[in-house]
């Protein structure tokens, strides 16, 4: 697959107009953890035995690059509507404007992302080898920026609220959080990339993620009655940190 090809499969997707079923009704962890609600895993990122946080990227679970571009390949359930499947390419195409991440459709490679209407939203940390499953269910998980979160969890990127310098940005408040998701918010060795914390960022959880009774279980230090976790779309840190891990 070249550039060149690339660059014109690009070009055609990202003419395929927006769909109603790619509202934004509400913020990104909100969709994902009623999508979640009663099936999958407890958050949307399944841990492998054999791979531990961010760190991983340094010991093999970053994806390879191949001269200016880390093509990654994917394939996509045919049990997805024509429009379903559009939402997944738009997300998809939306690394290419701004990143060096190139995803092209999987011919005979070993190693690639499988996209399919699974139990909720979740993506496995980083690289995993052979066919990679990121579920995205058809009622839940289908719109731009949870395409963005999970491909971003593909790629080895985790959660913020969890980076390793939360503590000086967030204060979490365990005593809200329902028992046994605790877990969720466990801070991580993250390599942060020179870039600082951001609420925007598409990878946050929202200010009452996992709240047992109404109040919330993020705040933010500097100002305790801002409300976050309402990205559509990666922000500027997001693709930074991309672009610093990759390209």
Known sequence: ????FLFLLFLSLSAIPAGAADDEPEDDFQKIEKANEGVGPSDDVVWSRLRNADPCTKTGCKWPKSGRYVYVPVSISSTYSTAERNIIIRGLVSFHRSTCIRFHWRSSQSHYLHFYSGSG??????????????????????????????????LGFHHEHVRSDRDDYVDILFQNIVPGRERNFQKRPTHNLGTPYDFESVMQY???????NGQPTIVSKANPSLNFGRSGQMSENDIARVNRLYC
């Not at 697959?1 to 060149?4: N, V």
């Not at 995993?128 to 971003?152: D, I, P, W």
């Open 1 to 4: 697959m070249t550039p060149a």
């Open 206 to 212: 929202g200010k009452f993620a996992f709240s047992k």
């Open 121 to 154: 939203c979740w993506s496995y940390l980083g690289r995993q080898g052979r066919g990679q499953a990121v579920s995205l269910r058809k009622n839940g998980c289908l719109y731009t920026s949870t395409v963005q979160h999970e491909v971003l969890h593909a």
